[in-house]
């Protein structure tokens, strides 16, 4: 089964919220990627800050943020959040110009 990690910038909602919160929700991403996801990973100014591991996903319904995606989760396991932080430069890789959503195969990391 493939399984994909999931790459968000998360700078700009650290102003206003927490690591979870900032890292979980509101994203523009593909909708049929999700069944993938093993890890969410919030980047902050070049550096992995945190790995959460998605329980589950919604797609918000109304309003402005309509269609885009946010998950509920866990905090990853130490040894998750220490082998992408070992990662962290082949992670940054993965952006393309001014985008802050990446993905990341598990595989390519192991």
């Not at 493939?2 to 593909?30: C, N, P, Q």
């Not at 093993?38 to 550096?47: L, R, W």
């Not at 790995?51 to 998750?80: C, H, M, N």
Request: charged share 30%; proline share 2%.
């Amino acid at each position: 089964m493939k399984e994909e990690i999931v790459l968000f910038k998360i700078h700009k909602g650290l102003k206003d919220r927490d690591h979870y919160e900032a890292t979980r929700k509101h994203w523009r991403m593909s909708k049929k990627r999700i069944k993938y996801i093993k890890y969410a990973v919030g980047i902050n100014q070049g550096k992995v800050e945190c790995v959460y591991q998605p329980t589950s996903w919604v797609v918000v319904e109304e309003g402005e943020l309509k269609g885009r995606l946010q998950f509920e989760g866990k905090v990853a396991s130490s040894d998750i959040i220490q082998k992408l932080q070992l990662a962290q430069d082949q992670l940054l890789k993965k952006f393309g110009a001014g985008n802050p959503v990446a993905y990341i195969s598990l595989s390519e990391v192991e």
